[in-house]
């Protein structure tokens, strides 16, 4: 199974930055497509961005758009989720996942991250 380890959550305030990073390893070949979920308190976990591992198309939810940028360093098997212009109402905790299949449901995402956590103050 692959192994994710995510890194760059942290405190933020509204309108600032951060980038997340997504290192796998073990099994990556088997990987199709890398998405980032977020889940806040007392919410489900919610699709983010998703894009194919060997590149190609981008899709992101409609609250991110123009403000979160998915990608790729396929040499160091990391895949980034570049976040700008924060709000507070994307406080929650980040997951990358990775899939042998498209999808946008958690339930498509077979390995996991542990997480890492964003909180942007107002």
């Known amino acids: 199974q692959v192994q994710l380890v995510e890194s760059g959550g942290g405190l933020v305030q509204a309108g600032g930055s951060l980038r997340l990073s997504c290192a796998a390893s073990a099994r990556t070949f088997s990987i199709y497509v890398m998405g980032w979920f977020r889940q806040a308190p007392g919410k489900e976990r919610a699709f983010v961005a998703a894009m194919p591992w060997n590149g190609g198309n981008t899709y992101y939810t409609d609250s991110v758009k123009g403000r979160f940028t998915i990608s790729r360093d396929n040499a160091k098997n990391t895949v980034y989720l570049q976040m700008n212009s924060l709000k507070p109402e994307d406080t929650a905790v980040y997951y990358c996942?990775?899939?042998?299949?498209?999808?946008?449901?958690?339930?498509?995402?077979?390995?996991w991250g542990q997480g890492t956590q964003v909180t942007v103050s107002s």
């Open positions: 996942a990775a899939s042998s299949r498209f999808g946008q449901n958690p339930a498509d995402f077979r390995s």
